[in-house]
């Protein structure tokens, strides 16, 4: 199997992207000779980089590896001698950026609930000038980094 690449990857699964796994079997990169997957008696070598038992594993300074909740990576199958490993793609900005971004999507629908809430007029307006520089903040990043603005994201959800 080969796993996918995105954009702006964390540090769990940046090592993994674009590489080719096995579903099983012994740890460690190796490269290996495999039957082609459409011709008969043909064999290919495959630079595999380790098995998804070994990418998926808990580590000690990481709460999982590969895979983990909220990834956004998937995998897909690996067909010896058909498919091609995808040219790395740049991404638009680091992953620091993109939760610095998440970061101040969160503060925004904070105020927006504090200007919702607010018990008097002064406490909204004081709600909403918070709102408006926290959205200055996503203007600047945005700017700055070429990462994309999800305003959906800073929308407060409403019952369906």
Do not use: F
């Not at 992207?17 to 000779?33: F, H, N, P, V, Y």
């Not at 105020?111 to 004081?126: F, N, P, V, Y």
């Amino acid at each position: 199997m080969i796993v996918s690449q995105t954009p702006e990857e964390c540090p769990l699964c940046r090592p993994w992207e674009r590489k080719i796994l096995m579903r099983d079997g012994s740890l460690g990169a190796r490269t290996i000779e495999m039957e082609h997957a459409t011709e008969d008696d043909e064999t290919v070598t495959v630079h595999v980089a380790g098995s998804l038992p070994e990418a998926r594993a808990l580590l000690a300074c990481w709460p999982a590896g590969l895979l983990h909740p909220n990834c956004r990576h998937d995998i897909s199958a690996y067909l010896p001698g058909v498919s091609k490993v995808p040219a790395p793609q740049p991404s638009r900005g680091t992953y620091e950026d993109s939760q610095k971004h998440r970061y101040l999507e969160r503060q925004v629908r904070r105020w927006k609930r504090g200007e919702q809430t607010a018990l008097d007029e002064q406490h909204a307006k004081a709600a909403q000038v918070r709102t408006r520089e926290y959205q200055a903040r996503i203007r600047e990043l945005v700017k700055e980094t070429g990462l994309p603005r999800k305003a959906h994201r800073e929308q407060l959800a409403t019952a369906r």
